[in-house]
């Protein structure tokens, strides 16, 4: 029987580190792990953990992250809890088993310290990773700090493995900025994380070896559309859990989270909408144009996967002019914020100016002076009613304005 | 439990737990591999398939041909899969976790076994590398490869399992061209040097020393690995009723060799001893010429311009085993 | 399952397409025939391969020796045996290969490859007679 690990009411931890524990305390049976920058010291700390006794269950330390995944998928099939962590390259030699994961519906929990692709090769923080694994049908829930990154972990199991959900979900936080950024976190106790998360409920095991059952069959022209609509259709619909597992936790612990996380937004004339640390910069932005009389709000996006179409557009519905800030490098059209908000917008009948912004790839620094140019910008937009800028601007970048359209 | 077979009678007691409703050519010596691995044990067996001709032709909505727990994910990862697997297995069996019907067996001495079936193309080549890491960490399963050394699911291209002179759908012979220019991969060598308890060669024709071989991987504690011969009628393009007749012209010819390589370790997991017998000797060890006259793959090998290459792989053959069976003498 | 799979909608299927070998719970399926087994619908057993065959393996009991050559190879569990007898061929799963029939050792053979459409009484009143040593 594992340890139980002594923890302060208040623990300076980075994300990684409360991510580790998070994991540590939801008493998984399987991790299959390879370790790669920035999320190395959650494998790590995992391993310390397994080695000084805390942890009942078993690690493998596979020799890729393709194999991570794969080993998580078959132990999920075999009615273990599962999960793993990565980020960038490793996060994109998985991408072939993230859509084998969700299309097998086995709820796999992703840890990503979110980091830039290559090349060229760059081991700091930005979306890239992100980007690149939103299609795979996974839920998608987004930390913008350390105790964020810590409570979404341990709400990830809990949703992913609702019987109505059984679909893998991925935790994200920004690489370095998040991973690596110590903050005050106030964790749970083991005993209250693990009656949290609950008891692993095994569904079609293959372990259940008197009930056989065949896992990861073909589907061709005349099934594979109804399994991938089915699934989609589950993924839509785990937003109810969502919203429960987010109550059940407020209950918990007085901590608050939403599908979308608004800042000042039911006065705002103008928003920035963006992901992860930058979410916490933008708002100490909006309140210094608050304090000139400007109405600046901030929408964090907490759950990318299912989008929160309904709780976006309510939130920006008298909203002038909105900046989507796109932190991955857009391969040849708009960010893919830029394109899901303005489709929300125009989907709910409202046509507010939207511009993107293409900000901090390869974990490029973003000040609070560039995103309070981007409010004025919004601001100029919103007085005028005019969209007086580029749609696509780069920002923060060397050598001639980069803009687009 | 090892079951006890003393003869064919005996093994034909075994009740089948893979459906013959499948897609696989008629013929096919994927079916008779997987028949004799799975009858070789009355214990549990949970199978996993990397994506090959019997995964495509064994579970296509909305039917399964398993009657036995079976899990496919992709090409290249079948052995970390079932590694996986087993690995839930002794961590629920500890925790007392265990499905009831598998504690029940496990209580009887009857643990389940764990098996991945995987082509040429996913051990050999794209599924190396999973191979490879699940071997080195030691996991207890068995790894069996169905050989028909060829792309045989997409029609018939290259693998690096595919012997010198054969004309597949990306080596094909023509007018500038004998076909596949490289020799044919030592996997067995390699999986052996991975320091693995127990591989082996083997070909479904000989049951007698398949089901043996497959029996002693079962007991095996660490990882094993079963490279079986599996003549494709399709892709080697001979009848379908000559499966059977053209495996044994293999073994006699000794372009298959039947033996098994035995890493005895200490508790500490140290190599002390390996050993290396020879399970089979033909009595006349016929010329690779009649092994490859049987099969339209080699057919080009005939024609004037190509006829070195079958003194070639002739030669080829002599010396492994030749070496074989010095290795055999010095017991390395 | 009252409806059959191919009647299913998008929102009744099973979550990840699993597939179940069988209806009810089965303890130790090796101590289970073939055939006696609680099949589900998701399992091929119900299925036939019988209509690839353009000849078929017909079976003469007169001439077996229950050596079991033919069952160990067949690749598509075809051949009947019981008690370490051989019983005959089930036709539904049978494609025709005629590996049983090239592996059989008897002289003449037990089995013999007929056109699919010929009766098997038809097929037994033509056997051949014993083939002389060569």
Not at chain 1, 239 to 245: A, F, G, L
Not at chain 2, 57 to 66: E, F, G, N, R
Not at chain 2, 74 to 90: K, L, P, S
Not at chain 2, 91 to 115: N, S
């Amino acid at each position: 029987m594992a340890k139980k690990y002594e923890l302060n009411e208040i623990e300076v931890w980075d994300g990684n580190t409360a991510v580790s524990h998070a994991l540590r305390q939801a008493r998984i049976d399987v991790v299959a792990a390879y370790p790669i920058t920035p999320s190395t010291p959650i494998v790590q700390n995992y391993s310390k953990f397994l080695a000084d006794g805390y942890i009942d269950g078993e690690f493998i330390m596979v020799e890729s992250e393709h194999s991570a995944m794969s080993g998580c998928v078959a132990a999920g099939a075999a009615g273990a809890r599962t999960a793993t962590a990565t980020s960038s390259q490793g996060f994109a030699l998985m991408v072939e088993v993230l859509y084998q994961a969700s299309g097998m519906r086995i709820p796999v929990v992703l840890t990503v310290a979110d980091r830039a692709l290559a090349a060229p090769l760059n081991v700091n923080g930005d979306h890239s990773d992100m980007y690149l694994g939103r299609d795979a049908g996974w839920i998608n829930l987004c930390a913008y700090n350390p105790q964020e990154a810590y409570d979404l972990t341990l709400m990830a199991f809990k949703i992913a493995e609702d019987l109505d959900v059984r679909l893998p979900a991925m935790v994200h936080q920004d690489g370095f900025i998040c991973s690596h950024t110590a903050q005050n976190v106030r964790p749970l106790s083991d005993a209250e994380a693990a009656k949290f998360v609950g008891e692993y409920k095994p569904v079609n095991s293959m372990l259940d070896i008197s009930n056989p059952v065949t896992h990861g069959v073909q589907t061709e022209e005349d099934w594979h559309f109804e399994h991938k609509a089915r699934q989609h259709n589950d993924l839509m619909n785990s937003k109810n859990v969502i919203k429960r597992v987010f109550d059940e936790f407020k209950t918990l612990t007085n901590r608050e989270y939403n599908l979308v996380d608004n800042y000042k937004l039911e006065d705002a004339d103008i928003a920035i909408v963006a992901i992860g640390t930058t979410v916490e910069s933008a708002r100490i932005a909006a309140d210094k144009l608050r304090d000139e009389g400007i109405k600046a709000g901030v929408l964090g996006i907490r759950v990318l996967r299912p989008f929160p179409f309904e709780e976006i557009v309510n939130a920006l519905s008298n909203v002038k002019a909105i900046a989507t800030m796109d932190r991955s490098a857009p391969g040849g059209t708009f960010g893919m914020l830029f394109n899901e908000i303005s489709g929300a917008m125009i989907g709910s009948g409202k046509s507010p100016i939207i511009l993107n912004y293409i900000y901090g790839l390869g974990g490029r620094d973003t000040t609070i002076e560039q995103l309070i140019e981007i409010y004025r910008q919004l601001d100029d937009c919103a007085r005028s009613n005019q969209r007086k800028y580029p749609l696509q601007q780069f920002i923060g970048l060397r050598g001639p304005k980069l803009s687009f359209f | 439990m090892t079951k006890k077979i003393r003869n064919l009678k005996e093994l034909s007691l075994s009740n089948d737990r893979y459906e013959g409703a499948n897609l696989m050519c008629p013929g096919c010596a994927h079916n008779i591999i997987v028949r004799e691995v799975l009858n070789a044990t009355d214990d549990p067996v949970v199978v996993a398939n990397a994506t090959g001709c019997l995964e495509v032709c064994t579970a296509v909505y909305p039917k399964t041909s398993w009657d036995t727990s079976w899990i496919h994910i992709g090409f290249e990862n079948a052995a970390v899969a079932i590694a996986a697997v087993q690995t839930t297995y002794e961590t629920l069996k500890k925790q007392g976790r265990l499905p009831k019907a598998a504690q029940k067996l496990a209580d009887e001495g009857r643990d389940i076994k764990f098996v991945a079936f995987g082509g040429d193309g996913g051990t050999y080549d794209i599924g190396f590398q999973s191979l490879s890491g699940a071997f080195e960490r030691g996991h207890n399963f068995m790894y069996v490869c169905l050989d028909n050394e060829v792309y045989a699911n997409t029609g018939g291209q290259r693998s690096s399992s595919t012997p010198i002179g054969a004309s597949t759908t990306t080596s094909p012979a023509g007018a500038v061209s004998y076909g596949e220019k490289m020799m044919k991969k030592s996997i067995v060598e390699i999986m052996a040097d991975h320091g693995a308890p127990y591989v082996a060669q083997v070909s479904p024709s000989k049951w007698k020393d398949m089901i043996k071989k497959v029996q002693k991987g079962y007991e095996a504690k660490g990882p094993v690995f079963i490279n079986a011969m599996s003549a494709c009628t399709t892709e080697w393009r001979f009848a379908s009723e000559d499966t059977i007749a053209v495996s044994d012209l293999g073994v006699d010819s000794c372009m298959w060799p039947l033996y098994e390589i035995i890493n005895e370790r200490d508790e500490h997991g140290i190599i002390y001893r390996t050993k290396l017998n020879i399970t089979y000797r033909p009595k006349n060890k016929i010329p690779v010429e009649e092994y490859l006259a049987a099969q339209p793959r080699f057919k080009h090998l005939f024609k004037p311009e190509n006829r070195h290459i079958i003194d070639l792989l002739q030669k080829a053959v002599d010396i492994r085993w030749e070496n074989l069976q010095r290795r055999e003498e010095a017991g390395v | 399952m009252a409806k059959d799979i191919k009647d299913l909608g998008w929102n009744e299927l099973i979550p990840g397409a699993a597939l179940f070998s069988f209806s009810e719970p089965v303890e130790d399926v090796t101590e289970v025939a073939i055939d006696e087994r609680p099949y589900s619908p998701t399992n091929s057993h119900e299925y036939s391969v019988g209509d690839w065959r353009v000849e078929k393996p017909v079976f003469n009991r007169d001439y077996c020796i229950d050596c079991q050559f033919c069952w160990v190879f067949c690749p598509d569990i075809s051949i009947i045996s019981r008690d370490k007898k051989m019983i005959g061929v089930d036709y539904e799963h049978c494609k025709g290969c005629g590996i049983c029939v090239e592996v059989c050792p008897t002289n003449p053979k037990s089995l013999l490859m007929f056109p699919e459409h010929l009766e098997n009484e038809e097929a037994l009143a033509k056997w051949p007679a014993k083939e002389a040593k060569k």
